[in-house]
């Protein structure tokens, strides 16, 4: 089935310093979404990104298709985006198979 | 828009009882998942309906699992004889259905503890 790898798997910065995060899948994706989570919180879409390059205020996605892989860079990071980014892809049947997530921790 | 709404947000069950989740989508969206979370399984896959049939089930423990969408404004996922090991948060999520641009929003989660 599909495999979704995400790396690293937990991240430690000081507020400020930019965060790259990478997403790796064993399966042509026809959908990939970015995620985050808060500590006990819900999750939040961040960014839907099968391919090519999106922004959306600090964060940017780059989804190389063929190459399988996508990475979320966060700049300037602040503490309150300290919580699990989470990478899902589906495979044209419409459903998300999830990675394990980056923990991010962002200290003041 | 109110977003996805889940019910109850927090329940507790004795072993062997049967604990109901409803979930409510968003209005206009035709697709809608179930997903369950624990820490050491992650997320996981259950079911999903689109335009209320159900479309893929294969996630779901066969034996004491069901889900039904009797219409499109909320489903439910009905667990008979729970067991301590169905403990989770169980997630909702909706889409607009279209397979490759369909963004799912997620509900806050039911969070089942069976003791």
């Known amino acids: 089935g599909q495999q979704v790898q995400q790396s690293p798997a937990s991240l430690v910065l000081q507020e400020g310093e930019n965060a790259e995060l990478q997403c790796n899948f064993s399966s042509t994706a026809t959908q990939l979404q970015w995620f985050y989570q808060s500590p006990g919180g819900s999750l939040v879409s961040l960014l839907s990104?099968?391919?090519g390059t999106k922004h959306t205020g600090r964060l940017t996605s780059t989804t190389v298709t063929k190459e399988r892989r996508s990475s979320l860079h966060i700049s300037s990071s602040q503490t309150t985006d300290s919580g699990t980014y989470l990478c899902?892809?589906?495979?044209?049947?419409?459903?998300?198979?999830f990675g394990d997530g980056t923990v991010l921790t962002v200290k003041p | 828009n109110a977003g996805v709404i889940q019910t109850p947000r927090h329940k507790v069950t004795g072993k062997g009882q049967e604990a109901t989740l409803w979930c409510e989508p968003i209005?206009?969206?035709?697709?809608v998942f179930w997903y369950r979370q624990t820490i050491v399984q992650g997320l996981e896959f259950l079911t999903y309906f689109r335009n209320q049939a159900p479309i893929d089930d294969s996630g779901m423990p066969k034996e004491r699992f069901s889900a039904q969408m009797p219409n499109q404004s909320h489903s439910t996922l009905k667990i008979q004889s729970t067991q301590p090991q169905d403990s989770a948060v169980y997630l909702c999520?909706?889409?607009?259905?279209?397979?490759?641009?369909?963004?799912?929003?997620f509900g806050e989660g039911s969070k089942l503890t069976v003791l």
């Open positions: 990104n099968p391919s």
């Open positions: 999520a909706s889409s607009t259905g279209h397979i490759n641009t369909g963004q799912l929003y």
């Open positions: 899902a892809i589906s495979t044209n049947t419409g459903k998300l198979t």
């Open positions: 209005s206009g969206h035709s697709a």
